[in-house]
C-alpha cells in the first residue's frame, strides 16, 4: 500500500465562522488524504434509515391506531389503565434516557415561566372560543373546555424529541404545568364551564412523579451508569415511544367507540363533526399562538418550537378521566343530560382530542424535522 502523506486546505465560499474579536472570516477545513480511503468513509446503516423513516410516519401510526380502536374496539379496548400508565412511563423512560444533568441546568427560565402561561391562558380561551364558533351542545363544550383547561401532555416530550428541539424543556414544562394543574385546572374549569371539578391535588402530584418525573430519573440514570448500552438503544427508542402513543391514542378511541359511533342525541353526526372540527381548532390555534408568544419574546427556534408543542397538546387522558368522575357522576353537576345528549358524552373531547392533537403535534414536528435535514442536506453540497 502507498501511503501518500499529503493534506489539502480550501476555502468554502459558504462557510463561516464567527472569531472571538467579533469579526467573520472563513472556516479554514484540513482533510488528511487518508480520510478519503473507502474504508474510512462513513457507511449509512440501512437498519436506522428504515426506523427513522417509520419514526417520522407517526401521525400515519397514530390515525391507523385510532381507526382500528373505532372500527374493531375489541382489538384495543384492553389497552386502558395500569397499561396506559405503564406505556407513558415506558416512553418517559426512553426520553429521560436522551438527557443529562447538563441538559436541564441550560433550561430557560423565561421559556417555562412563558409555557405555563400560555398553557394557561392561550388554551382554555381557544376551548371557549372553539366551543362557541361551531355552536357545541352544552355537554360537548364543557367536556372540551376541560380539555382545555388541563396541563401539557406527555406525548408532547416524544413529538418535542421528533421536531429536534430541547426535550429537556419540554420535560420541564410539562412537569411544572402538570403539579400547578392541581389548582389551576379546577379553577379554570370551574369559571369557564360554570361547574365546580372536584380534583384531588395529591393524587395529580403522585401521578406525575409515577408518570413524568420518576422514569425521566430513571432513564438519565441508566444513561450516566450504562452510556453504551443506552447508546445501542436509543437507535429503537424512538420508533418503540412512537408505538406505544399510538396503542394510547388507540385504546381511549376504543373505549368511547360506542359514543363515537352511536347516535348521540339530536345532533347526531352534525355533532360529531363540530366536535371533531372545534378540538382541531383548539389545538391548531395553541401550536399557532405558543410559537407566535415565544417568538415575539426573542427566544432561538427550538424554544419557540417546544414552546407551540407544550402549548397546543394537552393531558387528554387526564381531561377524558375528570370528565367522568367530575362531570358525568350525578345530577349535582350543571352539564347533566341536556337535549338528548347522554352525561357520558362529556368524556367524549378527550378521546378526540387524544387522536386529533397528537396527529397535529407530530406532523407539524415531521414538517420542521424534514426542514432540518433538508437544510443540512444542502449544506453538506
Not at 134 to 156: D, H, K, R, Y
Request: net charge positive; with cysteine; aromatic share 6%.
Amino acid at each position: 500500500l502507498l501511503y501518500v502523506e499529503t493534506t489539502w486546505s480550501f476555502m468554502p465560499v459558504k462557510k463561516h465562522i464567527l472569531t472571538s474579536s467579533g469579526t467573520c472570516r472563513y472556516r479554514k477545513f484540513s482533510i488528511h488524504a487518508s480520510a478519503l480511503q473507502p474504508e474510512n468513509l462513513p457507511v449509512k446503516d440501512p437498519t436506522s434509515s428504515v426506523l427513522s423513516k417509520a419514526t417520522n410516519l407517526f401521525p400515519v401510526w397514530v390515525a391507523g391506531a385510532s381507526i382500528i380502536g373505532l372500527l374493531k374496539p375489541a382489538t384495543l379496548s384492553w389497552f386502558s389503565g395500569s397499561y396506559i400508565e405503564l406505556a407513558l412511563g415506558a416512553t418517559m423512560v426512553m426520553m429521560g434516557s436522551t438527557l443529562s444533568l447538563e441538559d436541564f441546568k441550560g433550561v430557560n427560565p423565561s421559556a417555562i415561566a412563558l409555557g405555563f402561561i400560555a398553557q394557561f391562558t392561550i388554551m382554555p380561551m381557544m376551548a371557549v372560543a372553539a366551543a362557541r364558533l361551531f355552536q357545541l351542545p352544552p355537554v360537548f363544550s364543557a367536556g372540551l373546555i376541560l380539555v382545555g383547561c388541563c396541563p401539557g401532555g406527555t406525548a408532547s416530550n416524544l413529538v418535542t424529541l421528533i421536531a429536534q428541539a430541547d426535550v429537556a424543556l419540554s420535560v420541564a414544562m410539562t412537569s411544572c404545568s402538570t403539579i400547578m394543574a392541581a389548582v389551576m385546572t379546577p379553577l379554570l374549569a370551574s369559571w369557564l364551564a360554570g361547574a365546580v371539578v372536584p380534583l384531588s391535588g395529591s393524587a395529580l402530584v403522585v401521578t406525575t412523579l409515577k408518570v413524568v418525573l420518576a422514569p425521566v430519573a430513571l432513564g438519565m440514570s441508566l444513561r450516566s451508569l450504562s452510556p453504551k448500552a443506552i447508546s445501542k438503544l436509543q437507535t429503537i427508542a424512538p420508533i418503540t415511544c412512537v408505538a406505544l402513543v399510538a396503542l394510547i391514542c388507540g385504546g381511549i378511541v376504543a373505549q368511547n367507540a360506542g359514543l363515537l359511533l352511536g347516535a348521540v342525541g339530536g345532533g347526531g353526526t352534525f355533532s360529531l363533526l363540530s366536535l371533531v372540527a372545534a378540538v382541531a381548532t383548539m389545538h391548531s390555534g395553541g401550536f399557532a399562538l405558543g410559537y407566535a408568544s415565544a417568538r415575539v419574546s426573542g427566544l432561538n427556534v427550538p424554544i419557540c418550537r417546544t414552546v407551540a408543542i407544550e402549548t397546543g397538546m394537552q393531558n387528554s387522558a387526564l381531561a377524558t378521566v375528570l370528565a367522568l368522575r367530575a362531570f358525568a357522576a350525578g345530577s349535582a353537576t350543571s352539564v347533566a343530560c341536556i337535549a338528548g345528549v347522554p352525561a357520558s358524552a362529556i368524556a367524549l373531547p378527550g378521546a378526540v382530542s387524544a387522536t386529533v392533537h397528537s396527529i397535529l403535534g407530530s406532523t407539524l414536528a415531521c414538517l420542521w424535522r424534514r426542514s432540518d435535514e433538508r437544510k443540512l442536506d444542502a449544506s453538506k453540497q
